[in-house]
Each structure stands twice: as structure tokens, then as C-alpha cells.
């Protein structure tokens, strides 16, 4: 097998956290040695979740297992989720950072199934996977993600599982979605149908560029390459989505710092 060196695109300060995270969770449950240091493990965690690369692939660059590669991505994810904030508490670091309007919209994340696992196939996507709702700043910056959903879950329904347009109208919110979430009371959607006046021709395309700039939070997502496709059981789209959330945040932090 060949080596190389590479370069990772994240901040020192994302493998700070990520590290210290690592290192308060050692210490709190008593761990006494392991094949890596938290630094190392950090960085581990944050190749596999930024490049996608197989456990196997992964493993040999740290000179490590791969059922340990694999233990240490599961131990930091669920580490690193659970700092993920709920919609509510997210709602309240929304509304203190002086935002005036929200952008909701769903993705699709791709997942390795088979033909015959139709609950996570989605017919608008054409593809398997996880359901994920996404509230977003009018900056594009993520607000919020919500836990996973096979893919056969309608956006609509989805926000509605997730009582997240409630939450919405509780908190006085003003917000942009697509046609997809169209008759759900507190959203603003453009205008469906041919012919429409000119009018409303004009209220889709303000409300189109209003909702484009939000939007780029997939981006943001989607550069992290394990969630192009995930091989993995579906059931853990959450704990990853989640993680990179945090992930995501605290890159966006180091930014603006420097």
C-alpha cells in the first residue's frame, strides 16, 4: 500500500474542539490508553467525515484496525451530535442574532441501498435515501438540522413530524420555503400554475432570490463528502448530520475569528 500526505481544508480550531471534546470524554469515563491521542483521533474523525474515505483506507493512513478506525468515528460522532442544538434553543440563537426571516427547505441525502428498499427510495430525487430538513439565516448559514427520515417522506410531512412550522409561528417567524411545502398555514411558497399576472410572476422571483440565498446551507453540507453517499446503516444519517452541524458552525466561527 501507498502513502501520501494531503491536505484537509478545515480550521485548526474545529481539531481544537473536536479534540477537546474527545479528550473531556477520556477523562470522564476513566479511558487510560488508546492507540491514538485525542488530536489524532480528531483528525481521524474530521478525514473520514470531510473526504468520505473508506474505514479501510482510513485506518492504514493511522496505522490502526479498522473495527478501532470505525470505533473512534462512532465514539466522536455521538460526541460530537450531541452538541447538536434542539429546534427550540436553535428558534432563540436565531432570533438573538437579529435574523429576519428563515429559509426551510429539505434534502436528500443518498444512502447504499438496494432496488427493493423502497421506504428510503425518493421518487422526486430518483434515488435511495435520508429525508433531512434544513432551517437556514437568509445568509445561508445552518440553523437547524432535523434527525433523519427515509426518503419516501415527503417534505411536507417531514416538517410536520418535526412540528417545525409550529415552532415557526410560535416564534413569530417569517418563512421561505418551496412548492414542496405549499398549504402549510405560516409558509410563504411561491405561486404555482401557468399564465400567472404579472404580479406574481414579480412575487416568485423576489421571493426566489430571497430563498436562493439560503439555500447555500446545502452547500455547506454536501462539501463534507461523507454525506454524498452514506455506506452505513441508515439509521445513522442523524447522528452524522447532526455532527457535522456542529462541525460546520464552529468552521463558520474560526472564519469570521480570523
Known sequence: MLFYRAALPLSSATLHFVAAVIRRHRSEIGSRWRALDP???????????????????????FEISTSTAWRYVE?????????????????????????????????????DRVAADRPFYSGKHRLHGMN????ASPEGEIVWLSPALPGSVHDSKAAWIWQIVTELVIGGW???ADKGYQGIAGVLTPYKGRNKPASQKLANRAHARLRGRGERAFAQLKVWK???KLRCCPDKTTQLVKAIGVLQEHELHAAAAG
Open 39 to 61: 488530536g489524532q483521533q480528531a483528525m481521524l474523525v474530521l478525514v473520514y467525515l470531510r473526504k468520505g474515505e473508506p474505514f479501510t483506507d482510513l485506518a492504514a493512513g
Open 226 to 228: 461523507i454525506l454524498r
Open 132 to 135: 433531512v430538513q434544513v432551517l
Open 75 to 111: 465514539e466522536t460522532t455521538t460526541l460530537l451530535s450531541a452538541h447538536a442544538p434542539g429546534l427550540r434553543s436553535a428558534l432563540r440563537k436565531a432570533k438573538a442574532a437579529g435574523h429576519s426571516y428563515l429559509v426551510l427547505d429539505g434534502t436528500v441525502i443518498a444512502i
Open 174 to 176: 417569517i418563512v421561505l
